[in-house]
């Protein structure tokens, strides 16, 4: 039996039971680009159809993958609520953080995605792409992302939204000071201006020290689009030798960064399906509805690898492939690399069901 065939059967079995009620030729289609995507490190369809043991000519396979990504039936966000339903279940149990940012998909489309952070890595949750090439997302669609994801949260559980730049609009601030169960930290331009002692005030005017951290507390968030009372949070950034400022409602400067850190984690997630992994950006798709669907291929494929990354070191596989004095490679390189060790030595490839708690194990990237 192939690899190709192999890993077919695995992805196949797993959206048999995730995805029941999924037209039996569209899943069958959705699994060959799986596991073309993973096999490939491509996204781009001819290369794809490459990699897949199809009984017929690859380039009838192309045109069915051209077909469901050009399908209006195909439902990218109920088709892969199964998927965070099984991710929720687990990180639930703790802080579920949440991130937001943007990223370059196919030839003239941008996609906005929110992302669940995974020990270094974040987990794809959401997305929505819109034609263009650079600039901010429109507001209305971080909105959207949000009540969506917030819909999903099980019973009882608390999120917390971390944002770049873009995402400290004044609408998408108040909607989350609206939300019980739900804080944030999102950075924001220095000549913002907020109401201090009296007084509207560009953010770069605090009062504040160089080279020093600041935490201003209660004060009203933009002149034009009043919000608050919410906290502002200074940070000396040394590298870029500047201020950064974050709009919050957590207590404390100590608590705000130590959450803020997370963010970083979706610019990896960015990376591994663009340049480490899958060369997303280059798929040459110019519709976003096309990108999407796409898109929900490439991220389970990207759990999949994730959940390979974990098995690896949970059964100890790690051991023979890579260094064990300490880890070099992140959950995701891991993962390609143990699912090739299996293909290669012909061993049983294990079965998606869920990831473990994040703190059930350890792996440190230093």
Excluded at 48 to 64: F, G, H, K
Excluded at 178 to 197: F, I, P, S
């Amino acid at each position: 039996m192939s690899d190709a065939t192999r890993l077919q059967n695995v992805v196949l079995s797993t959206l048999i039971r995730l995805l029941p009620d999924m037209r039996e030729d569209n899943r069958l289609t959705l699994v060959y680009m799986i596991v073309g995507i993973i096999l490939g490190r491509s996204v781009q369809l001819a290369k794809i159809a490459e990699q897949v043991n199809y009984p017929n000519q690859e380039t009838s396979l192309e045109d069915r993958f051209r077909r469901f990504v050009n399908n209006k039936n195909i439902e990218v966000t109920y088709l892969f609520m199964p998927f965070v339903e099984v991710l929720f279940k687990v990180l639930s149990q703790e802080w579920l953080v949440f991130s937001l940012d943007t990223t370059q998909n196919g030839a003239n489309c941008i996609t906005l995605m929110l992302s669940v952070s995974y020990k270094s890595r974040a987990l794809p949750i959401c997305w929505l792409s819109f034609k263009g090439r650079k600039g901010h997302s429109p507001q209305e669609i971080q909105l959207k992302l949000l009540q969506l994801v917030n819909s999903y949260l099980p019973p009882g559980c608390q999120a917390i939204c971390l944002g770049d730049g873009e995402f400290d609009g004044s609408a998408l601030v108040r909607w989350l000071e609206a939300q019980e169960h739900w804080q944030y930290v999102c950075r924001t331009a220095k000549d913002t201006k907020v109401y201090y002692n009296g007084e509207w005030l560009a953010l770069q005017d605090l009062p504040i020290q160089l080279y020093q951290d600041a935490f201003f507390p209660q004060l009203l968030f933009t002149e034009k689009n009043q919000v608050g009372p919410l906290n502002i949070m200074v940070v000396w950034h040394p590298e870029k030798r500047e201020h950064w400022f974050f709009v919050t409602d957590f207590e404390s400067l100590r608590e705000g960064k130590r959450w803020y850190k997370k963010r970083f984690t979706i610019e990896t997630l960015f990376s591994d399906v663009k340049g480490r992994g899958f060369d997303l950006d280059k798929s040459r798709l110019r519709e976003p509805e096309r990108a999407d669907r796409l898109l929900l291929a490439v991220s389970i494929a990207y759990i999949f690898i994730v959940f390979w990354g974990v098995e690896a070191i949970l059964t100890g596989d790690f051991k023979k492939m890579v260094r064990t004095d300490r880890f070099e490679h992140s959950l995701f390189r891991l993962g390609l690399k143990y699912i090739t060790h299996l293909l290669k030595k012909c061993l049983s490839i294990p079965i998606f069901s869920n990831l473990p708690p994040p703190h059930s194990f350890k792996h440190v990237v230093l």
